[in-house]
């Protein structure tokens, strides 16, 4: 039986292809949150600092110039997001990035942004 699309196909193989490929629903869903949480300037910033090291909240507001406070307020929606992990040491709380993944993701993405200004 002739597999029925929605509209006129040119490449049936390579529909089926990407269709096969597609990962679920949910997957696209947790993917979009991801870049959602990735995509303010501010978390950016903050991330892009944690690709140097293991930063205190105090020395992250120094780094990017925001107040402490605003700095824990991002923080906490990094770490619910997955993207940084904290651990406690004394009454000091050290941030870093989660996993290789969030550093992979980083510098991808920097090195296209910076491939334009080399053409």
Avoid at 29 to 51: H, I, N, P, S, Y
């Amino acid at each position: 039986m002739e597999k029925k699309y929605l509209y006129e196909v040119s490449d049936a193989l390579l529909v089926d292809k990407a269709e096969k490929s597609m990962p679920e629903t949910a997957h696209i869903l947790q993917l979009a949150d991801f870049f959602k949480v990735m995509g303010d300037g501010t978390r950016l910033r903050l991330l892009m600092a944690l690709e140097s090291g293991e930063f205190c909240a105090s020395d992250l507001a120094n780094v990017t110039n925001m107040t402490r406070s605003a700095v824990s307020h991002q923080l906490k929606s990094l770490k619910n997001s997955k993207l940084v992990k904290s651990r406690k040491e004394g009454k000091t709380v050290y941030y870093s990035l989660d996993d290789e993944h969030i550093h992979s993701v980083l510098r991808v993405a920097l090195e296209h942004i910076l491939e334009d200004e080399g053409h």
